[in-house]
């Protein structure tokens, strides 16, 4: 059976406009700047405002997408949205996204994999294309974090921040487009990093609120060995599968949790700094949006051509984690 060759035929990003900086958290919490630029290499992130959701951060990020992609809306044939902050429970934010959209003729469903969600996203949707099931696929990262952070805690605050990634998917030329994926999961680790509250274990109640079950938790210290064993062999296998070496990677777009996780998986991989794209100084971490934001800026920017071997690596709560090789 021959498959069809697929890649990004356009990319898209957007962020609110309110700015959360290093300085700002230093009037909430017992914080301060030094730490938090030493300790994660953020200064600064992006805040949605009370009446702004995933949906309405989608948007503006898909739209881009398309636009670079050209075509409309109304040839998708499928949405994606990876997010653990949908705007409600059902229906998913792809459904809502699809009618903000005017995409009429898509599929559409929410996936689930946390910060991995969009590598997760990509494969799926890569899959119906690569069949021919379906001919353009769009697939959106976005996060709505601070709606989910105890501003309390200074363990969590300082971390994350709010936004959309967006690609649009099609067929490409021979040669070009996904070389492999990898995908994991281990779920003995999912209690490092949850939020307990609104589910089926733990309904909303005055006493899931009082708990403080609606914010995200997190075992710092315990996710970052993790995350730095994993982002390597995520990247290496990956790497395998495609027939291709660490020598091999023009630019590695990695998760953007933590500078000190991004260091250590170029140390592994023999990546200098230049060819790997960093923003999570302006952005925190934007969960399943980080990816694609930074796909997005690496592709606006120029610092891909055509013909450049792109290694896409995360991990995130599941605890789960994905890679992808994909030539521009
Ligand atoms: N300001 C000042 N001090 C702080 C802050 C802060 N914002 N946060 C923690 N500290 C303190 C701690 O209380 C601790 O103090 P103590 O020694 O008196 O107890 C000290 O700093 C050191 O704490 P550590 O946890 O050892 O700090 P570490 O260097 O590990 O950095 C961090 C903490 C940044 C959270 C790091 O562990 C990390 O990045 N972990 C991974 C995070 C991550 O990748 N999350 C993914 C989430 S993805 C998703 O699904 C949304």
Not at 131 to 158: H, P, Q
């Amino acid at each position: 059976m021959n498959l069809i060759p697929v890649g990004v035929l356009g990319t898209g990003r957007h962020v609110p406009e309110r700015i959360l900086t290093n300085q700002d958290l230093e009037k909430m919490v017992d914080t301060n700047d030094e730490w938090i630029r030493t300790r994660t290499g953020m200064r600064e992130r992006r805040i949605a405002r009370p009446d702004e959701a995933a949906s309405d951060l989608s948007v503006p990020a898909a739209q881009e997408a398309l636009k670079r992609a050209g075509i409309t809306a109304a040839d998708l044939d499928l949405i994606i949205v990876a997010t653990v902050t949908p705007d409600m429970a059902f229906p998913s934010t792809a459904c809502i996204l699809q009618e903000k959209l005017g995409a009429k003729k898509a599929a559409a469903y929410d996936l689930s994999a946390a910060c991995t969600g969009f590598i997760y996203g990509l494969a799926n949707a890569s899959n119906f294309i690569a069949l021919g099931t379906y001919k353009y696929a769009l697939i959106v990262g976005v996060e709505v974090l601070s709606k989910i952070t105890d501003y309390t805690d200074r363990n969590t605050c300082v971390l994350f921040g709010d936004g959309a990634g967006a690609v649009v998917l099609g067929a490409v030329p021979e040669g070009h487009g996904f070389q492999s994926f990898e995908l994991g999961a281990d779920g003995a680790g999912g209690e490092l990093l949850k939020l307990e509250g609104g589910g089926s274990r733990n309904p909303s109640s005055p006493a899931s609120i009082e708990q403080k079950l609606h914010y995200l938790y997190m075992a710092g210290a315990e996710v970052f060995k993790f995350a730095v064993r994993v982002m390597g062999s995520a990247a290496e296998e990956a790497l395998r599968k495609a027939g291709l070496t660490k020598e091999d990677i023009d630019l590695l777009v990695p998760h953007q949790a933590n500078i000190r996780i991004i260091q250590s998986a170029l140390h592994r991989l023999h990546v200098p700094e230049e060819k790997c794209m960093i923003n999570l100084d302006r952005y925190g971490n934007v969960g399943a949006a980080s990816i694609p934001m930074a796909l997005a800026e690496a592709a606006e920017t120029g610092r891909v051509k055509e013909g450049d071997r792109i290694v896409m690596v995360g991990f995130g709560a599941g605890l789960t984690w994905g890679a992808s090789v994909l030539v521009w």
